[in-house]
């Protein structure tokens, strides 16, 4: 096994690759997320407690369901970037036929191909460090934007999430090798 940088490493078996991105591992930022979710989820569960077992009058039922609103939209973006932090993986396969794709969080994600003649353009972007938005991806429970795409059918598939500049080149150089030993 191969490692780029700490979060990538790739296996090459021969006939094929094996490349795993893992996301940045922050012990003390997972802790704290899972702490304010534990929280949040806690308050959503009393929440919804009074909605149904208190006597409220209509105005207060109007609060606690739109506060409830508010609170099942930030619950599943934030369980879902806390998911992906502890367990999420990005997985590539590189073959003789094409790029295997998989998102999973541990075990459970579907494994797409994406073969070699239809891939067009595959090209990453990685955003200026003074921009808004790599500040905005420095926070942990952000998800942050992917930096590989290609154009696939019509479509643009994405993957490599939070790759930095260098780690994003190495990779390139990774896959771009791989494609153009298949391509012929």
């Known amino acids: 096994?191969?490692?780029i940088?700490?979060?990538?490493s790739f296996v090459d078996h021969g006939q094929k690759i094996t490349i795993v991105i893992l996301p940045k591992k922050q012990p003390i930022a997972i802790a704290l997320m899972?702490?304010?979710?534990?929280?949040?989820?806690?308050?959503?569960?009393?929440?919804i407690w009074s909605l149904f077992m208190l006597l409220l009058n209509e105005q207060e039922r109007i609060i606690l369901w739109v506060f409830l609103t508010f609170w099942g939209y930030y619950?599943?973006?934030v369980s879902r970037s806390f998911l992906w932090l502890v367990w999420g993986q990005e997985?590539?396969?590189?073959?003789?036929?094409?790029?295997?794709?998989?998102?999973?969080l541990r075990n459970y994600g579907q494994s797409i191909p994406y073969y070699y003649e239809?891939?067009?353009?595959?090209?990453?972007?990685?955003?200026?460090?003074?921009?808004?938005?790599?500040?905005?991806?420095?926070?942990?429970?952000?998800q942050g934007d992917d930096r590989f795409q290609f154009e696939y059918f019509g479509k643009i598939v994405k993957f490599g999430k939070k790759l930095s500049l260098k780690e994003a080149q190495l990779l390139s150089k990774v896959i771009e090798k791989k494609m153009h030993k298949h391509a012929k």
């Open 1 to 3: 096994m191969t490692s």
């Open 5 to 8: 940088g700490d979060r990538i």
């Open 34 to 47: 899972g702490s304010w979710l534990a929280m949040w989820l806690t308050i959503g569960v009393v929440c």
């Open 75 to 77: 619950a599943f973006r």
């Open 91 to 104: 997985f590539l396969k590189m073959d003789n036929l094409g790029i295997h794709l998989k998102k999973s």
């Open 118 to 142: 239809n891939i067009k353009g595959l090209t990453y972007e990685v955003p200026d460090e003074q921009s808004f938005q790599s500040i905005w991806e420095l926070s942990p429970w952000i």
